[in-house]
């Protein structure tokens, strides 16, 4: 017993001394702060955490409570009606001291960490007005106590943990309420606002997200100054009210979605709801989405003039939309989606111009996309997906230029895809997949950079070869191909694309290796090439990728072992069937050792096969060889790359080496005329030799003072040389540039130019040439300007096709050069052949007029467009070849058997009828 004495002795005294520092004098007239005191104290005896040191003052004698952080006084009778902590990161639980605070008007406690329960106590502050408690981690009933605040404006208990019912004293004593928001809780029950019960000030009624039930309250029509009801994401049933809301003309907000609300008439009417709004002028948001609405939506949703965003999607409304819903002029947001709405699109949408985001998905409208879609000038998203939409997409779609996110997908849309859709430079989606669209995909839709989300076309009858310009996509975080009829090879260039995530190319006829820049995309995590026609071994970069979780390559011809590492160890046989060149340790994998020795046994057939086959050719074709140049073998492709094949397939380029303007001028004798070799309308060549004595070089010096932009034709004969690889075009050995100066570094040809052997100096000495040089030299021109034409990465129209423009090397084979002023086309051999140069009209006025006089196509003079057909027009004068006559016109005899190049490449032919008499006014 005296041991507990003495503890409470200690105890007293050291509470003593505490209090004697914090306050040492209380008089009469500080009696109510100092209780006040206590309170605060109190209060920060239950914070546990406070991160931001907002209590730091609080433990200050020298700062006066009333100055202390969030605490705010009355200016005369000197007692706390404010405190005011919220967004503080605080944690710990409510004291329940915080009810000595008498006279507290505000208590804001919002957006912090604290946790427990409300205390009950704070029903005892006959003075609050606001109490807040939102955004934090309180648990347990809300009080029945808060009913007592008979002064309270201001409730809101939202986002906490609070469950149990909602006491009906808070809606049937707090009679001042202006404000409650009780939403983002696990409350249940229904909502005990009974007839008796009248808060006629209640302007906010927020419950949403909670486990409420029951009908709506008819009694909510006693609140007649409602701006804002959101009751949505509970289970409230019920049919929708129709003797509620004409009674609230102040209503702006109204929120019911995703319930269990019913339409009136055993769910088919919606006209008694919607005639009850009739008077809610001022109403401008009204979401009923997610519940099991059903019926037709009423001609009277028409006289909602101020509704700014309309809910209806994921019920079960029925019939064709309203015309009259074209009346809703101030509407940005319309949704109806995944309802079974039939009929078409009423075209009197385009009278919403303030539409900005158009939801009609997953219904069963029908016809054409109508035309006024593409007259909504600030239309950012439409979602017309999952219909039975035909026709075509319209072309006016350009004009959308704010559009962000285009889903036109699961209809049974057809023709080809509008290149104006190129022009929407803000989409970030576009999926046009699921429906019948044909042709190729544009240049100006495959180089939308905007895209950062996905570009799906899977699922089409698209066909030719994937554009190089999806390259540009550089953003894009997936891309969707499949199930199409593509075919060529996987451009390289798609490595570019560095943000992809997913890449499907699958179920098309995609041919050639797969590309290794494909497997080193850094964030690749699925790529499906299934059912294609690919061939080749598995690249490296696909084992050391760190992201790739799926891969599938079935039904190909990969050939070679499949690496155990990486994304291969986690795979099975499902991703490999169908390439039976494939060995590897894969459970139902052909083993490599097996492999080998069937390979083993066929050695002996290939070894005869490739031994006897040149005695062969050596007895039949000897003696045709001698009467021709050997490197005219018929055995020989069309076409052969100076490059390697890794660099080919990857798409690099080879180094250039770097040569300085000092360099070129020693070279050339500080550019002599004594070397001058050739001179054009850009500039001049000189032919030099490099410092090691043995480069023999050509260097073309373009000049600033021709009158035209040179840096374009500079930059246009870089962009060929750098891009094509032929044996029969000229290769380039490096470049100088500076702002003045300008030059190409190419090898010198030995043998001159086609010109100087068709008109030598001395005339009476002829050619030179005889016809199986001719021959030859024309199938080489041939060879090189169908490779430009349809087999290069980038197609390209010389322009200038004229003997000077064509070297011979030391086997005199011919190679065409001289891109000055080439077009690079965008399109393919069967397209439209669209230029992506900004000058491609050949008129003199561009000082880039196609082609040189007397060599011109005739359509080239009245100001045509370039093209393949001109080139293959453009004549080389000699009288072995076809001879241009006449005088001030271009007359061009008609040859029953076409060009050399249409026996070449017949799949390649492409002609105009300026095989016809043409005239051309020549110049002077």
Known sequence: ???????????????????????????????????????????????????????????????????????????VKDRVVQLDLSGRDLEGVISPAVANLSFLAVLDLSGNFLSGRIPPEIGSLSRLKQLSLSSNLLVGAIPIELGFLRRLVYLDLGGNQLNHRIPESLFCSCSSLQYMDLSNNSLSGEIPLGNQCRLLDLRFLLLWSNNLVGPIPSSLANSTKLEWIDLESNYLSGELPSKIFDKTPFLQFLYLSYNNLTSHGGNSKLEPFFDSLVNCSRLQELELAGNSLGGEIPASIGSLSNLVQLHLEENFLYGPIPPNISNLVNLTYLNLSNNVLNGSIPPDISRLKKLERVYLSNNLLSGEIPVALGELPHLGLLDISGNMLSGSIPENFSNLTQLRRLMLHNNRLSGRLPPSLGNCVNLEILDLSYNQLTGRIPGDVAALSSLKLYFNLSNNFLEG??????????????????????????????????ALEYLNFSSNA?????????????????????????????PESLKASSTLKLLNISYNNFSGIVPEEGVFALLT????????GLCGSISG????????????????????TLISTPCILCFCVYPLARKSRSRRSQLRPFFQRTVSVEDAEEGRQPDYPRISYQQLADATGEFSELNLIGSGRFGQVYKGTLPDETTRIAVKVLNPKTGVDISKSFKRECQVLKRTRHRNLIRIITTCSKPDFKALVLPLMPNGSLESHLYPLNAATGSGLSLVQLVNIASDIAEGIAYLHHYSPVRVIHCDLKPSNVLLDEDMTALVSDFGIARLMSGGADENNESIDSSSSCISTTGLLCGSVGYIAPEYGMGGQASMQGDVLERIQHRNLIRITGFKALVLPFMSNGSLE???????????SAAQLRLLERSN
């Open 589 to 608: 994998m052909s083993e490599c050792g097996t492999t080998s020795k069937r390979v083993h046994s066929m050695i002996l057939p290939i070894l005869v």
């Open 1 to 75: 017993m005296a041991k507990l004495f003495t503890t409470i002795i200690i105890t007293i005294t050291l509470i003593s001394k505490h209090f004697f520092v914090v306050f040492p004098v209380v008089s009469g007239a500080n009696a109510g702060l100092s209780r006040d005191l206590a309170a605060l104290f109190s209060f920060s005896f239950s914070i546990t955490n406070d991160p931001q040191g907002v209590l730091h003052s609080w433990s200050s004698p020298e700062i006066h409570t009333c100055n202390w952080t969030g605490v705010t006084c009355h200016p």
């Open 510 to 538: 995609l041919r050639g290796p797969l590309p290794r820049s494909i497997g080193g995309l850094p964030y690749l995590e699925v790529l499906d090439l299934s059912s294609n026609l690919l061939e080749g071994a598995m």
């Open 902 to 912: 249409s026996y070449l490449h017949p799949q390649a032919q492409q002609y105009s």
């Open 573 to 580: 046989m499902d991703s490999f069937l169908g390439n039976p």
């Open 465 to 498: 070869s994937i554009p190089l310009e999806l390259s540009k996509m550089d953003m894009i975080l997936a891309l969707d191909l499949s199930s199409n009829n593509f075919s060529g090879k996987i451009p390289p260039q798609l490595g570019s694309c560095i």
